[in-house]
């Protein structure tokens, strides 16, 4: 069973940093590109960052580069997100999910996700 | 950047056929996917590229994709189908993925 567990959400201050993962498990971690995804209160899905399986390739949206950092571990089977210089509007819930590849090959959907960790950014 | 626009809002009558829509240039070049969400629980793909129902989902969930408009369809709809739905593409030209705003559907 595919399974994908964020943690490291929490209270953090304006300009400050903050470290997210995503535990993976029950599938071939290197095989598929993953991605993050954030939800702030109330609001709809943002698309925040995406990483190829092999981690060779990297992905932001405009509204989070240069302050954010996508990387994955291999061994340990997680995926990151390094957060810094937060802002009171990077508040939300942040979702891990897995880029699925279709029986034709392409892999653009997000066919697995986490059940979100909280970041809230305030003083 | 590419812009996705879906209506915030449908409601359709139980046993109906709900609609929602998902416009974009061209996005009938793209391939779309499509979530649903409900409160207080990660989305759910529902529809991939365009017309692909993953295992689980039910065949009254079916979709198109043409022109300037994607379309989620949700034939005789049901009280549990009350949820956000969200259509998504990914944008080659930047290499971003991109969702549109959201759709509320109300079961009346």
Request: a positive charge.
């Given at each position: 069973?595919?399974?994908?567990?964020?943690?490291?959400?929490?209270?953090?201050?304006?300009?400050?940093?903050?470290?997210?993962?995503?535990?993976?498990?029950?599938?071939?971690?290197?095989?598929?590109?993953?991605?993050?995804?954030?939800?702030?209160?109330?609001?709809?899905?943002?698309?925040?960052?995406?990483?190829?399986?092999?981690?060779?390739?990297?992905?932001?949206?405009?509204?989070?580069?240069?302050?954010?950092?996508?990387?994955?571990?291999?061994?340990?089977?997680?995926?990151?997100?390094?957060?810094?210089?937060?802002?009171?509007?990077?508040?939300?819930?942040?979702?891990?999910?897995?880029?699925?590849?279709?029986?034709?090959?392409?892999?653009?959907?997000?066919?697995?996700?986490?059940?979100?960790?909280?970041?809230?950014?305030?003083? | 950047?590419?812009?996705?626009?879906?209506?915030?809002?449908?409601?359709?009558?139980?046993?109906?056929?709900?609609?929602?829509?998902?416009?974009?240039?061209?996005?009938?070049?793209?391939?779309?996917?499509?979530?649903?969400?409900?409160?207080?629980?990660?989305?759910?793909?529902?529809?991939?590229?365009?017309?692909?129902?993953?295992?689980?989902?039910p065949e009254r969930f079916s979709g198109?994709?043409?022109?300037?408009?994607?379309?989620?369809?949700?034939?005789?709809?049901?009280?549990?189908?009350?949820?956000?739905?969200?259509?998504?593409?990914?944008?080659?030209?930047?290499?971003?993925?991109?969702?549109?705003?959201?759709?509320?559907?109300?079961?009346?």
């Amino acid at each position: 069973e595919v399974q994908l567990v964020e943690s490291g959400g929490g209270l953090v201050q304006p300009g400050g940093s903050l470290r997210l993962s995503c535990a993976a498990s029950g599938f071939s971690f290197s095989a598929y590109a993953m991605t993050w995804v954030r939800q702030a209160p109330g609001k709809g899905l943002e698309w925040v960052s995406g990483i190829t399986g092999g981690g060779e390739a990297t992905y932001y949206a405009d509204s989070v580069k240069g302050r954010f950092t996508i990387s994955r571990d291999k061994s340990k089977k997680t995926l990151f997100l390094q957060m810094n210089s937060l802002r009171a509007d990077d508040t939300a819930i942040f979702y891990c999910a897995r880029v699925g590849i279709s029986r034709t090959g392409s892999s653009s959907h997000f066919d697995y996700w986490g059940q979100g960790t909280l970041v809230t950014v305030s003083s | 950047s590419y812009v996705l626009t879906q209506p915030p809002s449908v409601s359709v009558a139980p046993g109906k056929t709900a609609r929602i829509t998902c416009g974009g240039n061209n996005i009938g070049s793209k391939s779309v996917h499509w979530y649903q969400q409900k409160p207080g629980q990660a989305p759910v793909l529902v529809i991939s590229y365009d017309s692909d129902r993953p295992s689980g989902i039910p065949e009254r969930f079916s979709g198109s994709n043409s022109g300037n408009t994607a379309t989620l369809t949700i034939s005789r709809v049901e009280a549990g189908d009350e949820a956000d739905y969200y259509c998504q593409v990914w944008e080659t030209r930047t290499d971003q993925w991109v969702f549109g705003g959201g759709t509320k559907l109300t079961v009346l």
